[in-house]
């Protein structure tokens, strides 16, 4: 045998096992499992398979959501530091002292500085005085409104109080700790729990509104959420329709909540929840 010959018989023999290998792999492939989230311990984010099951409808916005703030100068600035030159670079001639009128500055350029002062208390003192009318009548004085006590905090620490604490959810704690070392005013978490409860019982009309809203409602949404109260566990139930929310917080996942808040029920409402028993208790249109 040539050769030649002997080439192309092992290249024929190599051509047989190319095949029988492709042959075996596509065999084999039937007893194959590929790892997934689904049937191994890895986890979902190696699912190379894997397709987005999110029901968000894809948006044209730009990533992030938030559209950009671009800081703009101010035409009338609070203050204006002039910086002038003290001496030359080049030959080290003063220019602080020199009354030759050949110095003359130009403005080359400027750029603001935005910033907030330092937060220190004001104190008012209001005085009544009295006098005696020619009649023989004394006639005092009267404190504005609002001026009760011999000392108290202003109206502007009170609405700060309540946004940090009602909107911001600060506790009392950081709350009082903030006063402390921002503002430089010293108040008591005592003061602060009446200034909310204050502040509460003004808003009450307000929510007893919310609440009517809700009772008119021909579409409402409801859920209550658990939380912890000083190692107890309390309950949010909320209603929702298009316009308002009506939160109760409370200590029962009971109907009786409901009933307390809704003696009536939703007769004329379709309301949705997650079909809680209590929630089902009580008088609605339907139930979602």
Known sequence: MTDQ???????GKIALALTRITELESFLLKF???KTSNNSHIPPSVDLSRKN????EKSDKPVGGHQGYNLKMSSTPDQIEKIYPNFCNVCGES???STDSAFRFDLLSVRQVIDIPLIFPTTTEFQCFGTKCICGHHQKSSFPQGVDNHIQYGKNIQSLAIYQNCYQFLPFARLQDFFQKICHVAISKGTIENIIRRTAQKAQPVYEQLQQAIVVSFFVGS???GFKLKGSKGWFWVWQNAFVTYIVAACSRSK????EHFPEGLPNTILCSDRLAAQLSQKALKFV
Not at 5 to 10: H, V
């Open 32 to 34: 194959t499992t590929t």
């Open 256 to 259: 009786e909540v409901i009933k």
């Open 5 to 11: 010959e002997k080439i192309q018989d092992l290249e």
């Open 95 to 97: 220019l602080t002292d």
């Open 223 to 225: 859920d209550e959420t």
């Open 53 to 56: 099951q999110s029901l968000r």
